[in-house]
């Protein structure tokens, strides 16, 4: 099992930047794929980016390509979300999710939620116009 607590969510005005946090408890997380969902008010969980633990290949949603960066430090078993150039549109809960060893068609990642097997409790990150 694998356990995952979110942090570094906040206020910021739009242009700014924040870095989120997820702290991995439980197994490695050598094999898994590690990705950030976001999921505003009405509207269904959005895949945002992925990493692959094991050497760091990263995947991401158009919507963020450009402005945002995903990164692990192995020693910290943490997740990190670096977003830059935030926008209204970024508004949502964040969550950190874990999916176990598996492969999709040729992808070592999928972008839907419920193929994830474990989820953080999400972190709130508010972009005001």
């Known amino acids: 099992q694998v356990q995952l607590v979110e942090s570094g969510g906040g206020l910021v005005q739009a242009g700014g930047s924040l870095r989120l946090s997820c702290a991995a408890s439980g197994r490695t997380l050598s094999s898994y794929a590690m990705g950030w969902f976001r999921q505003a008010p009405g509207k269904e969980r959005e895949f945002v980016a992925a990493i692959r633990w094991s050497d760091s290949v990263t995947a991401y949603a158009d919507s963020v390509k450009g402005r945002f960066t995903i990164s692990r430090d192995n020693a910290k078993n943490t997740l990190y979300l670096q977003m830059d150039s935030l926008k209204p549109e970024d508004t949502a809960v964040y969550y950190c999710?874990?999916?176990?060893?598996?492969?999709?068609?040729?992808?070592?990642?999928?972008?839907?939620?419920?193929?994830?097997?474990?989820w953080g409790q999400g972190t709130q990150v508010t972009v005001s116009s």
């Open positions: 999710a874990a999916d176990r060893p598996r492969w999709y068609g040729s992808r070592w990642y999928t972008t839907t939620a419920h193929e994830y097997d474990y």
